[in-house]
């Protein structure tokens, strides 16, 4: 147990170190994080110094709000709705919880029986698989979407966060069995695990190759032909060319209900030379090519003002969900894009000081 909580002070004396290294870091989950570490430690040891016979003893309670928030923090729900206020609430019910350890400590307090942990955590769980099933309802709801874009990222997310739920499951099976020794080793595995996940922003702890190779084989190259340009039908480079041209003036993706039947209009053509033509000069079907289109624009947007939420950048660039911006992005630059504007911002701020520098 000791170790456990050695490990969670450990993950958030890196994420502090690496934070300093990142300029402003503008992801929300990599400043709490740490404190979040830090916090969920301090309560379980406290747990363990208030009682010997107490539940608190077992240090189970005290990790559930933690456990939830990390959840929260690296699970599909985040990206879909604003979390980072009932993240905040959590935080604050693991500060309750030290100060009430505390108490217990010095006989300020009397310990709580079994019967109130075991109610605790049984409403932690619930409100767990809660937040479960609305992700699962949130993502689900752009299928549409997902389909057309050919991805299973979606899939590997959502059975990554079923993955943390059951694990919580088990430690309070565990812990009402009487083994509260193996049920907080489980939870603050769990802990540890999504904490490495919010530090290296990615969704496996362990078979990162793996991970590597499901984003190499979603990422969808630009590809300037197929063909030597002699054998090309001028038809469709002359249409090609013409849509090229369409969007680059009238930037119709904006829209977010365009239909390839738009282009059908406005082009006077029909649906089968189109697809063709995009397809034959870019190696994308229509719904790439807007989507393409649509994450470009997303990040001049965040170049040219770095305070932009992932929220606004989705709605400015035409996506009707954080959702499908999120999945677009990845499927063409192979990260989430709070990893690139991240990265982004850095970049910026370096060039920022380089100019203020150079006119000195």
């Known amino acids: 147990m000791i170790i456990a909580i050695l490990s969670m002070v450990c993950l958030a004396i890196c994420q502090i170190i690496k934070n300093r290294g990142i300029p402003y870091p503008s992801d929300f989950r990599m400043k709490i994080s740490p404190v979040f570490m830090a916090v969920a430690a301090a309560a379980?040891?406290?747990?363990?110094?208030?009682?010997?016979?107490?539940?608190?003893?077992?240090?189970?309670?005290?990790?559930?709000?933690?456990?939830?928030?990390?959840?929260?923090?690296?699970?599909s729900l985040w990206e879909s709705v604003d979390a980072s206020r009932v993240v905040k609430i959590f935080l604050i019910i693991e500060g309750v919880l030290v100060c009430f350890n505390v108490s217990c400590a010095f006989g300020w307090l009397s310990l709580p029986s079994d019967e109130s942990g075991?109610?605790?955590?049984?409403?932690?769980?619930?409100?767990?698989?809660?937040?479960?099933?609305?992700?699962f309802t949130t993502r689900?709801?752009?299928?549409?979407?997902?389909?057309?874009?050919?991805?299973?990222?979606?899939?590997?997310?959502?059975a990554v966060d079923v993955s943390y739920v059951l694990a919580f499951i088990a430690a309070s099976a565990l812990w009402q069995l009487g083994l509260e020794s193996l049920a907080v080793l489980l939870m603050c595995g769990a802990v540890a695990g999504?904490?490495?996940?919010i530090m290296t922003d990615s969704e496996f702890v362990i078979w990162k190759s793996r991970e590597r190779m499901i984003i190499e084989s979603m990422k969808v190259t630009s590809v300037t032909t197929v063909a030597d340009g002699s054998r090309i039908d001028q038809v469709y480079k002359d249409l090609y060319e013409r849509i090229v041209a369409y969007f680059e003036t009238e930037k119709p993706y904006l829209n977010s209900n365009l239909t390839i039947n738009e282009l059908v209009r406005y082009l006077y053509s029909n649906k089968l030379y189109i697809s063709r033509a995009i397809s034959q000069f870019t190696g994308r079907n229509f719904c790439q090519y807007v989507n393409y289109h649509r994450v470009m624009h997303s990040m001049e947007c965040f170049r040219e003002n770095p305070e932009h939420k992932i929220h606004e950048l989705a709605t400015m660039s035409g996506f009707n969900s954080v959702v499908s911006y999120n999945m677009a992005f990845r499927l063409f630059m192979g990260e989430n894009p709070s990893e690139w504007c991240r990265k982004e911002k850095s970049v910026l701020i370096k060039k920022k000081k380089l100019v203020v520098e150079s006119q000195k």
């Open 140 to 158: 689900l709801m752009d299928v549409k979407t997902v389909m057309k874009m050919g991805t299973v990222w979606l899939l590997v997310c959502l």
């Open 118 to 135: 075991l109610v605790f955590i049984s409403l932690m769980d619930i409100l767990i698989v809660a937040m479960l099933i609305y992700a």
């Open 44 to 75: 379980a040891a406290s747990g363990l110094a208030a009682s010997e016979d107490g539940w608190i003893s077992c240090g189970l309670p005290e990790l559930m709000p933690a456990a939830a928030a990390f959840w929260l923090m690296t699970s």
């Open 194 to 197: 999504m904490g490495i996940r």
